[in-house]
C-alpha cells in the first residue's frame, strides 16, 4: 500500500523529516500503488494512481510514474556514466519499463515525475514513448502500434523534472545522441518541463539548456524546498488546521470511517444495458482467412460503441495466435465498469474461411504451363510416353486443386498436402518439357504481330498536327523503328538457335513493349503547342486610368502567339499592384492561362501652390479749400491696390505637363492721395516772400509731378 511504502521512506532515511509523516497523515489515503520496480542496478521507481474514479478528473483515474532519484553507489556509479555521456544500465531498464506501461489500456491520464537521477530516468522514458508512438512505430506489429500512438497522444500528458542532468552524449554514440537531441525538441513542445536550482552544486552543470529550463532561487539539490514553499503560500492548501507543509499533518478523523460504496452487480448491469447500448452493427460474419490472427481492432469495428464512457473497457476473449484452419468463433462481449464484469449478451461472429492463396497461385502456374504448345515430333517413344504421362499427372492436380477451392470447409492440412503435390507434379512436368523441341509458334506469331503493327506506325498520319508534334513525332518514330527493327532482326537471327521453352519466352518478351512504346510515340500527335512553350512574363506598368493592353504583359520572343487577351479586364483607377490573367492563345487554337502582376503608377504627383501679386496704381487729386487761407496745404496720403492671385497646380507625370486645377483671386483698391490748398485770400497782411514762392511753385504743374512721386517712394518704403 502507499502507506508502506511512506514508511518505507522514513525508515531509509537517517534522518526522518516531518514531510514524510504529512504525506502518510494527509496525502496517502488518497493514492495507491499500482506497481513497484526495483532493479539489481539501483533502479527503483513506482506507478502510483488514484484510489477511485473522480468526477472531476477526466477519464477517471490518474497514474503517476515516480522515478527515484540518486541514493546508494549503484545509483552513483549511473551519475558517473550520465557525466560521461555514456547509456547506463538503469536508462535501458526505464525504456522497457515504459514499453509495458504504454501498452496497457487502463490508464488514461498518465504523468511521469523524477529528480536528480530520476529526472534523467524520466527524459529517456518520454523519449523512448515519442519513438514507439513515432519512428518505431511501423517496426511494430499494428495492434502494439496502435496502442503505443493512443497512449502517446491521448494517455500520456506531461512528465515534470527537478535538477536532473540532460542527455550527454557524444556525436560518437548516435543513438544516445539523438535521444538528446529529441529530448530538447519534447521540452519546446512542452511534452516535459525542466526545474532547477541555480545555487545546486551537484546537477548544475549538466543541466538541460537555459532555454528549456525553469530557474528557481538558490537551493540545495532537494525539491521539497521550492515546492513547499510554493503550497505554503497556497490559500487552497491551508484551509481548517492545516498551515503549511512544514508540520506532521493531521489525519482526518472522517477518512478513517468515510467508505466508497461499490455498487452492485445489477446496479452496473442496469447501467451497462440501459445507456451503453452495445449492439452489432450487422449480422454479418467477421472473417478471415486461416493461417491469420483475429484483429481486434477488427472485431471492435462490428460493434457499435458510441455510447461506452472512457472509463469503461471491453473483456473480449480474442484467440492468440494463428489460426491454423477453418473454423468459426462466437466471440462474447463483456465490459468492465465500475469494478464489475458485465456480460452484454453480444456475441461477434468470427469465420476463420480455408486459406488458398498459395495453392491459388501454383494452380495459376501450373495451368499456363499445361497451355503451351509442345511439339514431341521427331522424340522418342520413351520420351512421348514420359511427356504424357507427366502432363495427364498434372492434369489431375489441377482437376483436384479446382474442386478443392469449392470447399469452403476445407482443412488447412487438405490444402497444404495438395499445394505441395501440385508444386511437385509441376516441377516434374517442366524438367520433361525441357527436353523436347518447343513449337515456336508463339515467338513467330509475335515476329510477325510486331512486323505489321511497325509498318502501320510508319505511315502514321500527320497532317492535323502541330509543326511541333509532327517534329517531335518524327524523331520519336525514327527512333522506335530503327530499336524494334534491329531486334527484330537480332530475334529472328536467334529463332534457329532456342532449344527450350524458357528461352522462347523470354524472346517472345523482348517485343512486349512495343504497343505501348507505339502508343507512346503516337500521344505526341496530341500535343498542342500550348505544351511546347511557356510563356514569359514581362514588367508592365501604366498610370492610373490607363486602358491595359494585354499585348504588352507577355514576352512573345517570336514565338507561335495569335493573340493576347484578358481574363476580364483589370481596374486601373488607384495605383498599386494589381493581379490579373491573360489568355495567351497559340496560332493551333491552344492556349495558357497566365498569372500576371500590373504596376499602375499614379497619374499626377502632389498639388503645388504659387502665388502672383499685381500692383494697382494710387491717384493724386487735388482740392481747393475757402476756408483755408492761401498757403494752407493738407496731404492725405493714399495705398496702392493689390491682385493676389492663388494658382493650384500638379504634375502630370505621364506628359509631364504641369496642369492647373484651380485658381483664387483676391483684390485690394487703391485709396487715392488727396491734397488740399487753402483759396482764401489775405487782405490785410502781406504775403512773406516765402509764402509767394511757395504759391508760385505749386502753379508749376512739373513741380507737384515731382512732389507726387515722391511721396509714392516714400510709401513704398
Known amino acids: 500500500t502507499v502507506h508502506s511504502y511512506f514508511i518505507i521512506l522514513i525508515k531509509g532515511d537517517s534522518k526522518p523529516e516531518n514531510k514524510y509523516e504529512l504525506m502518510h497523515n494527509e496525502l496517502s489515503q488518497y493514492w495507491e500503488i499500482d506497481k513497484t520496480y526495483h532493479y539489481d542496478s539501483g533502479l527503483d521507481a513506482v506507478l502510483f494512481k488514484t484510489k477511485s474514479a473522480l468526477s472531476i478528473v477526466p477519464d477517471g483515474l490518474v497514474h503517476v510514474l515516480a522515478i527515484r532519484g540518486t541514493k546508494g553507489g549503484k545509483d552513483i556509479s549511473n551519475d558517473v556514466v550520465v557525466a560521461f555521456g555514456q547509456n547506463p544500465q538503469q ?17 488514461k491520464n498518465f504523468y511521469i515525475t523524477g529528480h536528480s537521477l530520476g529526472g534523467y530516468l524520466t527524459q529517456r522514458a518520454v523519449v523512448k514513448l515519442h519513438k514507439l508512438a513515432n519512428e518505431e512505430n511501423g517496426y511494430l506489429i499494428e495492434p502494439a502500434a496502435k496502442k503505443y500512438r493512443d ?83 497556497d490559500d487552497n492548501f491551508n484551509v481548517g488546521e492545516r498551515t503549511g507543509v512544514t508540520g506532521k499533518g ?107 492463396e498459395e495453392l491459388k497461385s501454383i494452380k495459376q502456374e501450373a495451368f499456363l504451363e499445361s497451355e503451351k504448345k509442345i511439339n514431341t515430333d521427331n522424340k522418342t517413344s520413351k ?51 525441357r527436353d523436347l523441341r518447343l513449337d515456336k509458334t508463339l515467338l513467330t506469331d509475335a515476329i510477325m504481330k510486331a512486323t505489321k503493327k511497325l509498318e502501320v506506325f510508319k505511315n502514321t498520319n500527320t497532317a492535323l498536327s502541330s509543326s511541333e ?20 532482326k537480332k530475334v529472328k537471327g536467334e ?21 505501348k512504346d507505339i502508343a507512346s510515340a503516337l500521344s505526341v500527335l496530341n500535343k498542342q503547342q500550348k505544351d511546347y512553350y511557356e510563356p514569359i512574363v514581362k514588367i508592365y506598368e501604366v498610370y492610373e486610368g490607363d486602358t491595359p493592353n494585354a499585348e504588352l ?35 493551333d487554337g491552344s492556349f495558357d492561362l497566365v498569372n500576371v502582376n500590373i504596376d499602375i503608377k499614379a497619374l499626377y504627383g502632389e498639388v503645388t501652390t504659387k502665388t502672383e501679386v499685381k500692383t494697382i496704381p494710387l491717384k ?83 513741380v507737384v509731378e515731382k512732389q507726387q512721386k515722391h511721396y509714392s517712394r516714400k510709401r513704398r518704403r
Open 553 to 587: 504583359v507577355i514576352e512573345k520572343n517570336n514565338l507561335p502567339i495569335k493573340s493576347i487577351i484578358w481574363e476580364g479586364t483589370p481596374e486601373t483607377s488607384k495605383f498599386g499592384t494589381k493581379k490579373a490573367t491573360v489568355r495567351v492563345v497559340y496560332r
Open 469 to 488: 508534334a509532327m517534329n517531335e513525332f518524327n524523331i520519336r518514330k525514327g527512333e522506335l523503328l530503327n530499336d524494334y527493327n534491329s531486334l527484330l
Open 151 to 233: 497512449f502517446y497522444h491521448n494517455a500520456f500528458k506531461k512528465a515534470t523534472t527537478f535538477n536532473a542532468p540532460k542527455i550527454v552524449a557524444s556525436i560518437l554514440n548516435r543513438d544516445l545522441y539523438n535521444k538528446s537531441i529529441l529530448s530538447k525538441q519534447l521540452a519546446k513542445e512542452g511534452k516535459i518541463k525542466h526545474y532547477g536550482m541555480s545555487g545546486d552544486n551537484v546537477a548544475r552543470l549538466l543541466y538541460n539548456d537555459k532555454d528549456v529550463m525553469t530557474y528557481i532561487e538558490k537551493g540545495e539539490h532537494s525539491s521539497n524546498a521550492y515546492f513547499s514553499s510554493i503550497l505554503n503560500d
Open 250 to 356: 493531521k489525519q482526518n478523523s472522517v477518512l478513517k470511517t468515510l467508505k466508497i460504496v461499490e455498487p452492485t452487480t445489477e446496479q452496473v448491469r442496469k447501467i451497462v444495458n440501459e445507456n451503453m447500448k452495445i449492439s452489432l452493427k450487422d449480422k454479418n460474419p467477421l472473417e478471415i482467412l486461416a493461417l491469420n490472427k483475429i484483429s481486434r481492432e477488427k472485431v471492435l469495428e462490428k460493434l457499435n460503441l458510441d455510447n461506452l464512457p472512457k472509463t469503461a473497457t471491453l473483456n473480449i476473449d480474442i484467440p492468440e495466435g494463428i489460426q491454423p484452419t477453418a473454423t468459426t468463433y462466437t466471440l462474447n462481449v463483456a465490459v468492465n465498469y465500475l469494478g464489475k464484469t458485465i456480460n452484454t449478451n453480444v456475441g461477434v461472429l468470427v469465420k476463420v474461411l480455408p486459406n488458398f
Open 383 to 433: 520420351i512421348k510416353s514420359n511427356y504424357s504421362a507427366k502432363k495427364e499427372e498434372l492434369k489431375i492436380k489441377l482437376q483436384k486443386a479446382e474442386e478443392l477451392l469449392k470447399n469452403s470447409n476445407a482443412k488447412q492440412t487438405d490444402i497444404r498436402t495438395l499445394t505441395k503435390e501440385l508444386e511437385t507434379a509441376l516441377e516434374e512436368y517442366k524438367t520433361v518439357v
Open 495 to 515: 529463332l534457329d538457335t532456342i532449344e527450350t521453352y524458357d528461352k522462347l519466352v523470354k524472346e517472345k518478351d523482348k517485343l512486349a513493349n512495343l504497343e
Open 620 to 702: 493724386v487729386i487735388y482740392r481747393e479749400d475757402n476756408t483755408k487761407n492761401i498757403g494752407y496745404v493738407n496731404t492725405i496720403a493714399g495705398t496702392e491696390g493689390r491682385v493676389v492671385t492663388t494658382i493650384k497646380s500638379r504634375l502630370n507625370k505621364k506628359t509631364n505637363i504641369l496642369e492647373e486645377i484651380g485658381r483664387e483671386t483676391v483684390t485690394t483698391k487703391a485709396v487715392d492721395t488727396i491734397i488740399i490748398r487753402g483759396t482764401k485770400p489775405k487782405v490785410e497782411i502781406k504775403k512773406p516772400s516765402s509764402l509767394i514762392r511757395f504759391e508760385k511753385r505749386y502753379k508749376n504743374r512739373k
Open 91 to 107: 536508462g535501458k531498464e526505464i525504456e522497457e519499463i515504459i514499453k509495458d506501461i504504454g501498452l496497457r489500456e487502463d490508464i
